[in-house]
């Protein structure tokens, strides 16, 4: 049922947003891959709290989204100002706005497999 | 109608496989914009033909693929040998590997409106 899906994709980003991370389970499969890496929860929610620790105003903003039964595919809009190196790019605090093109394959209603692409060159523009 | 414009990206992509240019139109509306720039086909056929210029082996090859009433995401992948430079990066006609994510929004079964993000981190790792 796609539209579940996609409310639970919806509900996922607002756990993120929210720095919810023990409702990470009720989102992530246990056995979670992100870009071919075998996270597990654990390493998913610590790679979340990394990124938050750089980017202390991260927010996850949906401008497309598309799923079927087993798939979402997300266009992420981020506008924030990370605090030192982001993506080896010295962006010290300066407002960078940036996306993220991300896939997730699920399974049994949570999130199995994460393939995604960061505009890093966006963010090289925009610093300079 | 999703399976039909599936079946409709699937046949754009056999088409620039095909280099088949003058069939275009049967997949691209005439005001395509792609990240951001209002292109209309024959720009975009131009960009098109320019990359194919750089990378005569150029294949879309689909990975994952999504797609609601009037979206489609596509994971693509390409394994090919850009002649010179390409995205900045001065490839000189080494095997490249890399993804793209697409997102592709349809206006009266034509694509209208294309945002693309490539995977330019892998490409530079590759050449060292």
Redesign the interface.
């Known amino acids: 049922m796609?539209a579940d899906l996609l409310a639970d994709y919806r509900a996922y980003l607002d756990c993120l947003n929210r720095r919810a991370w023990d409702e990470l389970p009720r989102f992530v499969h246990e056995g979670v891959e992100h870009n071919g890496r075998a996270f597990g929860v654990a390493g998913y929610r610590g790679m979340l709290e990394r990124d938050v620790e750089q980017i202390p105003d991260l927010r996850f903003d949906v401008e497309?989204l598309?799923?079927?039964a087993s798939?979402?595919?997300a266009?992420l809009k981020f506008d924030c100002r990370p605090k030192g190196t982001f993506?080896g790019l010295d962006v010290g605090g300066r407002r960078v706005c940036f996306?993220?093109?991300?896939?997730y394959?699920f399974e049994h209603g949570l999130i199995r497999t994460v393939?995604?692409?960061?505009?890093?060159?966006a963010i090289a523009a925009q610093i300079g």
């Open positions: 796609p497309m598309v799923g079927d798939t979402v595919a266009r993506l996306v993220e093109h991300a896939f394959a393939w995604s692409v960061i505009d890093r060159e």
